[in-house]
C-alpha cells in the first residue's frame, strides 16, 4: 500500500485544524514549543510544513540571522502559506513544495547547510520509507543540532473512530497504525539507536464538540469518510451526544519526541 491513503487536500488540512482549534482544550502549538530549545540564530527544516502553523511560530521566535527552511509535498499548502506571509516579505524563510523522501537528494545536497532543528509535526508517516528518510535528514543536522518529531499515539481518536465504524465504515488498519503506534514502534526505537538523548513528552488534547454539525463537518475533511452512511453518522452522534450531556469528547493523544548527539 502507498503512502497516498493520507495525503489530504490543503482546505481539508485547514477544515479540520480549524474545526479542532475552537473545540481543544489545549493549544496545541504551545505545548509543542514548550519542548523545543533553540538558538535565535538556529537554521531550522521543517519538514510537512503544511499551510505554516507552526512556521509562522518558528519565525515569530527567531531573530533577524535565522534561516527557516519548510517544505511540504502540496503544491496548495505551500502556496498558501507563501501568500500568509507574503505580507512580511520574510527573508529568513524559504519555501520547497518538494517530496520529502526526495528533499536529501534533490534539494539539501545541493544546499550543503547544517541545520539546528530538524523538525516534523503530523506527517512522517506519509513517508513511503520512514527510517531511510530520518537517516538521510539525520546527515543534515549541525554538530550539536536536534531531530524533533510530533505526532498521535495511543488511545487518539478512538472515540471518534469508533463512531465512525459504528456508522459503517471502516477505517483503514494503515490509518489506525499511524494514529497509534507509529510513533513509538517506528520514530522512537530509530531514535534511540541513532541519538544519545531522547526526551519524550506526551500529553492529550480534549476536543469537545457540541454539536453533531461540527462532528460532521470534521470527518466529511478525512479520507475515511462516506457520505452515504451521513445518516447513520448523524444519528449515532446525536445518541452519543443526548447521553453525554450534549457533547461528544474527542480525545486527541499526543507524543513529541526531541532527540539530540547524533551518533
Known amino acids: 500500500m502507498t503512502k497516498d491513503f493520507r495525503q489530504q487536500t490543503s482546505d481539508m488540512l485547514v477544515n479540520r485544524i480549524n474545526i479542532n482549534a475552537k473545540s481543544q482544550s489545549l493549544d496545541f502549538n504551545t505545548w509543542v514549543f514548550e519542548g523545543l530549545n533553540f538558538p535565535s540564530n538556529a537554521k531550522i527544516l521543517e519538514i510537512c510544513c503544511?499551510?505554516?502553523k507552526q512556521t509562522h511560530l518558528f519565525l515569530d521566535k527567531l531573530g533577524p540571522d535565522a534561516v527557516v527552511t519548510a517544505v511540504d509535498a502540496s503544491k496548495e499548502s505551500v502556496e498558501r502559506l507563501r501568500q500568509g506571509l507574503a505580507i512580511h516579505n520574510d527573508r529568513r524563510l524559504q519555501l520547497i513544495n518538494c517530496d520529502m523522501d526526495t528533499l536529501a537528494a534533490d534539494v539539501l545536497q545541493r544546499q550543503a547547510t547544517k541545520y539546528d532543528l530538524v523538525f516534523c509535526s503530523y506527517g512522517l508517516?506519509?513517508?513511503?520509507?520512514?527510517t531511510a528518510l530520518l537517516s538521510n535528514l539525520k546527515n543534515f543536522l549541525s554538530k550539536d543540532g536536534m531531530m524533533a518529531i510530533v505526532g498521535p499515539f495511543g488511545p487518539n481518536n478512538e472515540q471518534l473512530f469508533n463512531l465512525v465504524e459504528r456508522s459503517g465504515t471502516k477505517i483503514d488498519t494503515e490509518i489506525k497504525f499511524t494514529?497509534?503506534?507509529?510513533?513509538?514502534?517506528?520514530?522512537?526505537?530509530?531514535?534511540?539507536?541513532?541519538?544519545?538523548?531522547?526526551?519524550?513528552?506526551?500529553?492529550?488534547?480534549?476536543?469537545?464538540?457540541?454539536?453533531?454539525?461540527?462532528?460532521?463537518?470534521?470527518?466529511?475533511?478525512?479520507?475515511?469518510?462516506?457520505?452515504?452512511?451521513?445518516d447513520a453518522f448523524i444519528d449515532l452522534a446525536q445518541t452519543e451526544m443526548n447521553i453525554n450531556n450534549g457533547n461528544f469528547i474527542n480525545k486527541k493523544w499526543v507524543m513529541s519526541l526531541v532527540a539530540q548527539g547524533a551518533r
Open 125 to 130: 508517516y506519509y513517508s513511503r520509507n520512514v
Open 179 to 230: 494514529s497509534s503506534q507509529f510513533m513509538h514502534e517506528v520514530v522512537f526505537p530509530w531514535m534511540s539507536i541513532n541519538f544519545s538523548s531522547i526526551s519524550s513528552r506526551t500529553t492529550y488534547n480534549d476536543v469537545t464538540w457540541k454539536k453533531v454539525d461540527d462532528i460532521l463537518a470534521y470527518c466529511q475533511s478525512t479520507t475515511y469518510y462516506r457520505d452515504e452512511l451521513k
Open 50 to 52: 503544511g499551510t505554516g
